[in-house]
């Protein structure tokens, strides 16, 4: 295919819930993987002792079938995410980085899209992600202010290039510029084409748990937690989560499901909710159990 060459980057953490599937649905459109393995600093208390990870992500990609030798793996422990991130900065070779986490997936032919806009533009330096965000299983999403967001996801790659930070993601141009601030495909813009990122985040009760743990670690290195607490729910397991899966319209009328707690002008609290999933999922996730369980078991009894 003529276009850009993609090199991937990810950072995976205890992260082998849509490990295989992320990896099986970029696998053959990507120039190359580079993916960084092992915890930050916030994520020692829950790392084997040399920093890695305590579930199946390493055996996962160390067993990866890799016929193209796309792959190359960083293993270790590390200070914070702007180190990982660069720490697969420093090995890619393509045209673009695109960050990948590993429970995002994407059609393949949005992906040939996109490259064949990056490949029309030279002056494109950046893309942001419009998302699909699944909540509780494969069949709602969740919208409302802490989920209608972008994902920068994709940078032009220029000798040197490093990433500025990770929250957000942003890389720097050789003129000093975030290529976040120039020329770019925006959410809106690829929203209209119908082109979403497909974000596997709150799905799994051990996942979700493990994401509040980190950020529950995480928040107070950056806020005073006393004060935090009216900011962010550290309860969120026993007042969200749980509760949702057998209450979902009482937890999303009277709390929401936000981990974040947001208030309008007038002090009123924001209350996220899920909708359905109207859409069809990337084809790389049909082999997750999940979707086995969800659909094709649904669809046997409706026959």
């Known amino acids: 295919?003529?276009?850009?060459?993609?090199?991937f980057g990810m950072i995976v953490f205890n992260g082998d819930y849509f490990l295989r599937q992320c990896l099986d649905g970029v696998y053959d459109f990507a120039h190359e993987i580079v993916i960084v393995e092992g915890g930050d600093a916030i994520s020692q208390p829950f790392a084997n002792p040399d920093g890695t990870s305590t579930d199946q992500t390493w055996e996962i990609l160390a067993g990866y079938p890799d016929p193209k030798n796309k792959i190359k793996l960083i293993r270790g422990r590390f200070k914070d995410k702007?180190?990982?991130?660069?720490?697969?900065?420093?090995?890619?070779?393509?045209?673009?980085?695109?960050?990948?986490?590993s429970d995002e997936l994407y059609h393949p032919a949005d992906m040939n899209q996109i490259a064949g806009m990056l490949y029309d533009d030279s002056d494109l330096m950046a893309v942001e992600f419009p998302i699909h965000d699944f909540y509780g299983g494969l069949d709602r999403v969740a919208v409302g202010k802490h989920w209608n967001v972008g994902y920068w996801r994709i940078h032009r790659l220029f000798p040197g290039s490093r990433y500025l930070t990770h929250r957000p993601p942003t890389v720097v141009h050789p003129n000093g510029q975030s290529m976040n601030h120039m020329k770019h495909l925006d959410r809106f813009t690829l929203a209209g084409h119908g082109i979403f990122l497909h974000h596997y985040s709150y799905v799994l009760d051990r996942q979700v748990r493990e994401k509040i743990r980190y950020h529950s670690y995480w928040r107070p290195t950056q806020y005073p937690k006393e004060k935090d607490v009216n900011y962010f729910h550290y309860d969120y397991i026993e007042k969200i989560w749980e509760p949702w899966k057998?209450?979902?319209?009482?937890?999303?009328?009277?709390?929401?499901?936000?981990?974040?707690?947001?208030?309008?002008?007038?002090?009123?609290?924001?209350?996220?909710?899920t909708v359905m999933f109207e859409g069809s999922h990337p084809v790389a996730v049909q082999s997750h159990p999940l979707f086995e369980q969800t659909y094709t078991r649904e669809l046997r009894r409706c026959a």
């Open 1 to 7: 295919m003529t276009g850009p060459k993609i090199s």
């Open 246 to 273: 057998y209450d979902r319209e009482r937890v999303e009328r009277e709390i929401g499901i936000s981990p974040n707690i947001y208030r309008d002008t007038a002090g009123n609290i924001i209350k996220d909710h």
């Open 82 to 101: 702007d180190e990982q991130s660069n720490a697969y900065m420093s090995q890619v070779s393509g045209d673009f980085i695109w960050q990948i986490d």
